[in-house]
């Protein structure tokens, strides 16, 4: 059969250089769109925390995305998580979806550039194939050479863009060879039927899960020159549809708000290409001999085509985003829950990995809460030395027991993410969450241990000396600012606040060691007993052991604040001899004065 001989027109082979085309395009796609999510780094994150009700910034904002991290759908997914971890509401991800779709649109103009014509030497320079090349060789130098994280990720944009400007190449030769092909003609005429167009656009889209794709494999059929408008215009549609698919699968197994945001994003691309149809359809029939549906569509028409379809679309429907919503709520109906979600699992969703950065921000904003549930849990516990009460009790109970949920659910997230690939500053900061969870969830521990020495002093009718408590009132009042100063470091990833935190756990160590002292000489004059010893012993030991964490979270904002890593040790005993550790060290001793 002339199929399997290598020198007919249009062989197995062909098949196989479109087939691996398509493979090198989309692994081309994945590279670029990792390179390009590193560089923004934790850009992305801020952004989406900017959010606001006004359309037109969230049209801007996700066209913005799209383009930095090139793919509609992987955006769309992160908005899946987000919705789903509680982070964004419903109505703000309608802006964002359309604006998406606009900013899908540049991978179809970049692969355009494939079907450029080298007239002369100017026009041969712009044409992929001519510079991809050069750009191949400048990312590997890139990705060998530069010891930047963000050159690197530099380097893997470029060798992405050229992977796929050659599996452009391979499509587009393969489209060439098909067009020689003896019945070819007429096949492509059954895509006149408009209908049959869309389904084609949508299925093909749905299976290989990228539209960017599916736009290139277009644009390579219409390099061959019998593609024309009638044809070509109903698969772009059809290709917007299928582009829902990824999110409707990533919907699986969430709930019902971020369920609805994959129906909007499919509403909105059904109602768009419904709206197109009839248009189309009453042109093609009334108009049937209409130059444009007769004219052929090249590369570049098939962009044009593409940008008109989702620029207009968008036009159109934006001020229709709360009809939208409506038709999202309507067909997933919301039931009443039986219990509250889990506090901590629900907001940390493993769609996020798509996009790593997304996902350490939203990973530092839970340990953030955390942070504050640990600082809350012993400012409540000092409260309830002084006068034990059985609601206050009960709240500090609950607050630990957040704490080691939180501890739990991070832990086991941050560890699946490390297996992604992250920019260096999304490791250093996923290292610092690491550390500074397990410390948060000991403070959230000694809050209970300080509960437990309440109750025994109230159990057995025993009170501190006068004396001890004047001292203690001290001890009390230097652990509250402590962990003032560690919150604000940590939530501000602030390492000059964070510089502060050593000297005063230094002066708690010795105010602890001063206490004792005195505990010993009332207990050699008989102003103290044994019993009141072994509490004060517990007591001191959760308060040593609470700065100890503050310190401990401390050093890990600091060193995830600096571009060098010299180990916790080392930068403690570096710090301990400089001048600034003794001026702050001795300040603090005059405000914490026995």
Known sequence: MSFFNPSSPFSIFNIFTLLGGLALFLYGMKIMSSGLEKLAGGKLEGLLKKMTSNPFKSLALGAGITIAIQSSSALTVMLVGLVNSGIMQLPQTVGIIMGSNIGTTLTAWITSLAGIDGGNFFMTLLKPSSFSPIIALIGVLLIMVAKSDKRRSVGSIFIGFAVLMFGMGFMSDAMESLAELEGFTSVLTAFNNPLLGVLVGTVFTGIIQS??????????????????????????????????????????????????????????????????????????????????????????????SHTVFNVVSTVILLPCSKLLVKIAERLIKEKSEDGKDSEVVCFLDRRLFATPSIAVGECDARATEMTRLAREAITSALDYLKKPDAKLRDHILDLEDRIDKYEDALGKYLVALSAHALSDRDSRESAKLLHSIGNLERIGDHAVNLVKVADEIADKGLAFSPAAEREIAVLDRATRDILDITVAAFCQDDAESAGRVEPLEQVIDYLIAEIRSRHISRLQKGNCTVEMGFILADLLNNYERVSDHCSNIAVAVIESESASDPGAHAYLQEFKSSHGFNEVFERYMGKYAL
Not at 226 to 248: C, D, E
Not at 274 to 294: A, C, D, R, W
Request: no cysteine.
């Open 211 to 304: 539209s960017a794709a599916s736009v290139a494999v277009l644009q390579g059929l219409a390099g061959t020159g019998h593609v024309t408008f009638a044809m070509a215009f109903p698969i772009i549609m059809g290709q917007n549809i299928g582009t829902t698919v990824t999110a409707a699968i990533s919907s699986i197994g969430v709930n019902k708000s971020a369920k609805r945001v994959a129906v909007v994003h499919a509403a909105f691309n059904i109602i768009g290409t419904v709206l197109f149809l009839i248009v189309y359809g009453v042109l093609y029939l009334f108009v049937p001999k209409l130059p444009l549906f007769q004219m052929a569509i090249d590369e570049f028409g098939i962009a044009i």
